[in-house]
């Protein structure tokens, strides 16, 4: 057996009875941290066969909740937090305790650590519907953002357009999908057990699995709008130096794809700054020009 020494930092006040996945706040914030190391049993063999039950054993006989488990919990993002309820019962190796969905108030602008102009909080359901994968079809096409051409276009605009034109209290419409991604990275919510500490799915292990069901069902709402089961949604392509520029279809003013709100800065011909920083910039001469 093997035993693996970890470090982590949490905030200095308010600090939760268990570990929980730090949440990195952004450039501008003044909190101060501290760290805390906690030491986990990395062991070849299951639980339960002719081994010394201690406290530092990590079992998900214990309550826990494995990693895997967590996953499959998150099918449809509204409801995906009611599925991780449960006695504060923290994922293997990076635990962080689930929503409490009673406790979600007005979210935060991570740039400016100003509240929301918006309230992002969605309507609490009793009745949860267990997500059920669909049948597995003709495989989805994802093209490079800046290689779509004007027909992809065409058709990525109209059900865009489409999905804004919903009515408001459609859980499909565009700005309720947008509500959904505020409530989980905007620190709307609570996590159970500790009213001091909220929920951010950035900075922690759950970025990548929560943004890839996020855009799964983004994507889907789009395809059923425009009656193309197949159809996908672009994808930055910034290590190509031709993808480093921002289509010129998301800066023009009549186009479903413009965003009133977006950075200025980040528009075309401007190049894709992937050391992008609210405080400090990075500056333009140490990004790669396109040859």
Not at 58 to 77: C, F, H, I
Not at 95 to 116: A, E, M, R, V, W
Not at 123 to 150: C, Q, T, W
Not at 157 to 165: F, I, N, Q, S, T
Request: hydrophobic share 30%.
């Amino acid at each position: 057996m093997a035993s693996l020494s970890l470090s982590w930092s949490s905030p200095a006040t308010g600090l939760p009875s268990q570990p929980h996945f730090s949440i990195k706040p952004p450039h501008s914030s003044t909190y101060t941290t501290r760290t805390r190391r906690c030491t986990w049993s990395c062991k070849a063999t299951n639980g339960g066969q002719n081994e010394k039950h201690s406290p530092q054993n990590v079992e998900t006989s214990q309550g826990k909740l494995d990693r895997r488990n967590l996953l499959l919990g998150m099918g449809g993002l509204y409801g995906a937090a009611v599925n991780l309820v449960s006695d504060r019962s923290p994922a293997l190796a990076t635990p962080i305790t689930s929503p409490d969905l009673s406790k979600c108030s007005t979210g935060t602008n991570l740039n400016t650590q100003q509240p929301l102009d918006v309230n992002c909080c969605p309507p609490v359901s009793k009745e949860i519907i267990d997500y059920k994968l669909p049948p597995v079809g003709k495989m989805r096409f994802r093209p490079a953002a800046h290689l779509a051409g004007e027909d992809y276009y065409a058709k990525f605009e109209k059900a865009v357009g489409l999905m804004k034109a919903l009515p408001p209290e459609d859980p499909r419409n565009f700005m309720q999908q947008a509500n959904v991604h505020c409530a989980y990275c905007n620190l709307t919510y609570q996590q159970t057990g500790d009213p001091k500490l909220k929920l951010q799915i950035h900075n922690c292990w759950h970025f990548f699995p929560w943004h890839r069901w996020y855009l799964y069902f983004f994507e889907r709402i789009l395809g059923k709008l425009i009656d193309d089961p197949t159809f996908g949604l672009p994808f930055w392509n910034w290590d190509n130096p031709d993808g480093m520029i921002m289509p010129e279809v998301f800066a023009r003013k009549d186009s479903p794809l413009f965003d009133a709100r977006r950075n200025t800065s980040h528009l075309p011909p401007a190049l894709a700054d992937l050391a992008y920083s609210s405080k400090s910039p990075t500056n333009p001469k140490k990004i790669i020009p396109i040859t």
